[in-house]
């Protein structure tokens, strides 16, 4: 099967999973344990505090380590507005965002939280004044998906933290899927609080990261043991944390190189579509987009009976978090497209062991799927 689905997940790197090997095995200590077995243990997390917080401009202290992407959104959007309480009760979010960060904002709704859900464009991009009209002197936190995780556009996250922190909120961002695939610097950016995901980078499933600009006080959502600086209690995934550091550390050596030929094959799939389906049409904007994302809706052609049509391609009708639904995907509706143009969308993510040759023969199975269930005789080439 030629694997294209790559934000889903993707597949350890052989380096991340040698890096883990040892803390699988032969080093099984305890971090929180004094003897030498736990001191190494401990010291191996260090290591990947480091190497995480190289990768996206911080300090180590700023780095906690969570067992997930969706538990580092909910420490950051739940912990937050739970320590700024004092501060104000609104939160600001946008159309695009992950099911954990919808979720959590559905959790302080509930909570008595006021959160403002900002409309995107047709181009799958938020609009900066629209995330400052929405600001207010009562809002704490305003949250966004950095790249998005369905159609891969990139949202104009420094903007929005120069307005954010001009009226005393502060910027929370998903970096799952643009850490990966772009230079993600915190600094730069003006982002307080950063979602980090292991397996959308390289790493395994089961271990995430939140970055927490210094200064920034959150209420911890697990109590227990103190570990993580008392911001997540329980004990810590050291082989996890050790594979989440490698791919860090590969992402500073490759990811420019990775990026580049990335793009490439992304271009070159995209053009053998439109030649085979010329109705074939992109969604959201193809320029302010991540590398390996191409999401594609193809008329008259629904997405899952193309991936029944073409088994040996895996891609994907939307969100993984949302396999199963019936429903179209929120995120496709957000941009303008009727349920029905959505229903006929599928995702295609390319990675790091992408090879030319799996483009080129995938692009001619999606294709002559695509021919065959079109409803009309003669269309397409």
């Given at each position: 099967m030629i694997y294209l689905d790559h934000q889903a997940t993707t597949p350890v790197d052989p380096r991340v999973l040698q890096a883990m090997l040892p803390y699988l095995t032969g080093e099984f200590g305890?971090?929180?344990?004094?003897?030498a077995h736990g001191r190494r243990a401990a010291t191996a997390i260090e290591r990947a505090r480091e190497q995480v917080a190289h990768a996206i401009?911080?300090?180590?202290?700023?780095i906690v380590f969570t067992g997930s992407g969706t538990e580092a959104t909910y420490l950051a959007l739940l912990g937050l507005p739970a320590a700024r309480r004092d501060h104000g009760d609104h939160i600001v979010t946008t159309a695009l965002e992950h099911p954990a960060t919808a979720g959590a904002c559905g959790v302080l709704a509930d909570a008595g939280y006021k959160v403002t859900t900002v409309p995107v464009g047709p181009d799958g991009l938020v609009d900066p004044t629209d995330v400052e009209?929405?600001?207010?002197?009562?809002?704490?936190?305003?949250?966004?998906?950095?790249?998005?995780?369905?159609?891969?556009?990139?949202?104009?996250?420094?903007?929005?933290a120069e307005l954010a922190h001009r009226h005393g909120a502060l910027l929370h961002i998903d970096a799952a899927h643009s850490l990966p695939a772009m230079p993600v610097d915190v600094a730069?950016?003006?982002a307080d609080l950063v979602t980090v995901v292991g397996h959308k980078m390289y790493a395994p499933k089961g271990i995430g990261a939140l970055y927490v600009r210094e200064g920034v006080d959150l209420v911890p959502q697990f109590l227990g043991g103190g570990q993580e600086r008392g911001l997540r209690a329980a004990t810590e995934n050291v082989p996890g944390i050790v594979g989440l550091g490698r791919a860090a550390q590969l992402l500073g050596e490759q990811r420019e190189a990775d990026a580049a030929r990335i793009l490439r094959l992304r271009d070159r799939l995209h053009e053998r579509l439109?030649?085979?389906i010329p109705e074939c049409a992109v969604n959201g904007s193809l320029t302010q987009r991540i590398p390996g994302n191409l999401n594609v809706r193809l008329p008259g052609v629904p997405a899952d009976q193309l991936?029944?049509?073409?088994?040996d391609v895996a891609i994907s009708a939307g969100a993984a978090c949302h396999a199963g639904s019936t429903e179209p995907s929120a995120v496709l509706l957000a941009i303008g497209l009727s349920p029905e143009q959505a229903r006929c969308s599928v995702r295609i993510g390319i990675g790091r062991f992408t090879t030319q040759a799996e483009i080129d023969e995938a692009g001619g199975l999606l294709a002559d799927g695509a021919r065959k269930l079109l409803p009309a005789a003669g269309r397409g080439r």
């Open positions: 305890n971090p929180s344990s004094s003897h401009g911080a300090r180590p202290t700023e009209a929405a600001v207010t002197d009562r809002t704490v936190l305003v949250t966004m998906i950095h790249a998005q995780n369905e159609i891969g556009t990139v949202q104009p996250v420094t903007e929005v730069a950016l003006g439109e030649e085979a991936m029944e049509a073409v088994p």
